[in-house]
């Protein structure tokens, strides 16, 4: 569900314009249109300095542990300008000497191979023309080819690779092989400025550390920076009238704050309009799901907001996505796994992010119930079959979903009702949209879509499936089918003559007919994924039980195979119960739903203040 949004437009003297929009802010409450071309030179300092005190704030967390700070390497200067200065310094001295490691790290690999050796002897005989080149080949093609009357001294053999200096004396003769060009400082000296090196970047190390006292100054700054911005960017967003006198500014709230907002102004004597959103109006979204669907807000976030014009799916997706996620994970001990790891976070990492904590606690708890309910299994383990475990024989009774193919309400016929279900909702929920935000004339194809759905599903179910329930019903599906056909034909687009919507109709019932069948088949994955961490699992527990079959130390080595193979299995299948479900909300559903996406959030012009939040 969307909050119901108003427009306001204010109207200010050029005198009373800072005070106007500084009332604004504290309100915090209007999300303010604001003119991207706004630019200026405050907004531009602003910009920078909100970008040094980011990149200094991140350099400290990057840096920062768990360790108790030194308090003799407390930095010197306490002022904002100061610490930022010192940090942008000792990152930039700190990534310097990096690279210079790298450097010298990969002279330091050319150069093992050949040792150390004194640079200026070799210049020396250089000098009476003895000229050295040094080579490297595949021992096997050194080995073939005849050198001559040349000197080459083998250096070291390495991995096949010969490493061989080639000795010549007032000659320039070039060998087929290729030539190693080694670095002017040597082994020792390389070795000498690594060890600086890196002991300066250790101190620039602890130095970055002792910031972390200041970490909540430079959030602090930053909320400042961020204030002082949204203020400019509001400022550079009035319009101007009557030669600069007069600003006008437009914004959004929500219905439901309007007596705050009304009382405010009103106060301070302000000039203003409110109305309703008209057509072409960029309409800022708020979510106000409330309870269970609000926890899946982060899911419908992940691709787009609805605009303000549509229907909020995320109620619905609450419904669906933790069947699907739990359908593909498909095993009880994974799902006990998800639901323990869950709790865990709530008490220490998602301390201040419960609402994710307990959405995986609802997953984790989904799943643990759907495989038992489905296909029945533990960490592989199928409960039906199984008579040793008394707690497996009590739980297989409740295996109501199984993977016999024999029965009608198998793991694979019920993940393709659920897409049936879900299609059909989508389409309700297209025709409702229509409706509520356009007219019922616009639902006329969506409504004509439904039917052919309905009707089509019959006549397979009846005529291909011989369900008898079906049966007698036969005849009114026909009736149907050619009705949802002539409402899709003749209402598809009303913007063109009848004639020609008939027959460029053809082009929409061939999408609605071939995209059902493919729409329907996507649901397939959620058995295919269930099977496949099942039957993974199942397969580790083999292999796991036959390793433990070799006495004593096959035993342990079977525990770690085990807790290995299981961990892997469960990761895999929690990626793919994570992205599968998101793709057929996001192209199933929300395809056949007619979701257009793209809606604004609402931001509200507001001074930040973490000390009161």
Known sequence: MKEKMKKIS??????????????????????????????????????????????????????????????NLKPEKQTTAHILEAIADARKNFDTNLQHIEKLQKEQTKLKPWGEFDRKRLAQLEEY???FTFYQARSKDFERYAIDDSICETIRIEGGIIYFVHLQYNHSKTLPFEKVLLPENTLAEIDSELARLMGENIEITEKLRSYSLYIETLKQELEHIDNQLDYELTIGSYDGYAEGKIFHLKGWYPEILEDKILEGLNDQGATFSVSFPGPGDKVPVKLKNTGYARLFEPITRIFQLPNYYELDLTPLIAVFYPIFFAYCLGDAGYGLVVLGLSLTAWF?????????ALLGCLLGGLTTLMGIVKSGSIFGLPLTGSDTLP????????????DDQNYAFNAFNVALMIGVVQIFIGVISSIINKIIYQSYIAALPQLGKLLIISASLLLFLA??????????YVSIAKVVLFTGIALVLISHDLSISLFKRMGSGLLPLFFIFTGLLGDVLSYVRLFALGVASSVLGLVVNQIGMQIMDSGWWGVLLGIVFLLFGHSLNLALAILGAFVHPLRLTFVEFYNNAQFEGGGIEYRPFQKLNSKTE
Do not use: C, W
């Open 10 to 71: 204010v109207l200010t003297f050029y005198k009373e314009k800072e005070q106007v929009t500084s009332l604004l802010q504290e309100l915090g409450v209007i999300h303010v249109e604001l003119n991207e071309k706004a630019h200026s030179q405050n907004i531009k300092e602003l910009q920078e300095q909100h970008s040094r005190v980011s990149k200094a704030l991140q350099t400290v967390k990057d840096f920062q542990n768990d360790d108790t700070v030194n308090a």
């Open 391 to 402: 707690a497996f024989s009590f739980l297989s009774q409740f295996v109501y979903i199984p």
């Open 129 to 131: 023309g003895v000229q």
């Open 348 to 356: 220490t990492f998602l301390r201040k992010s419960r609402h994710l």
């Open 463 to 472: 005529n291909m499936q011989n369900v008898a329930i079906f049966l007698p």
